[in-house]
């Protein structure tokens, strides 16, 4: 069963910066996607942007040109930098896997079968 552990969260003023983490606890060779979702209080969660493991991405509209997803090499922790951020960025933000085999929209909930147990974003005006 392979863990993700997501971390770099924190609180930020309008404007500012953070980078998440999400690290994998071993590399299975399964693995298609790797996604990064959230979760704002008394909202449905969002796909927020998705990365394959060939490097090609997609970002949900409110974030594109915001955000960046990427990979290392290894392919076992998945990065997002987010820049400018606004308070509406706030949420829980969770990393998300899916293997090979399984169909459907990368932002859908339900093609991922690994989840984290998510990390805050807090974004102050």
């Known amino acids: 069963q392979v863990q993700l552990v997501e971390s770099g969260g924190g609180s930020v003023q309008a404007g500012g910066s953070l980078r998440l983490s999400c690290k994998a606890s071993?590399?299975?060779?399964?693995?298609?996607?790797a996604g990064w979702f959230r979760q704002a209080p008394g909202k449905r969660r969002e796909a927020v942007a998705v990365?394959?493991?060939?490097?090609?991405?997609w970002y949900a509209d409110p974030v594109k040109g915001r955000f960046t997803i990427s990979q290392d090499d290894a392919t076992t922790t998945v990065y997002l930098q987010m820049n400018a951020l606004k308070p509406e960025d706030t949420a829980m933000y969770y990393c998300?896997?899916?293997?090979?085999?399984?169909?459907?929209?990368?932002?859908?909930?339900?093609?991922?079968?690994?989840w984290g147990q998510g990390t805050q974003v807090t974004v102050s005006s």
């Open positions: 990365i394959s493991i060939g490097g090609n991405t």
């Open positions: 998300a896997q899916a293997d090979v085999g399984r169909s459907g929209a990368w932002s859908t909930e339900a093609l991922y079968n690994y």
């Open positions: 071993e590399y299975t060779g399964r693995r298609n996607l």
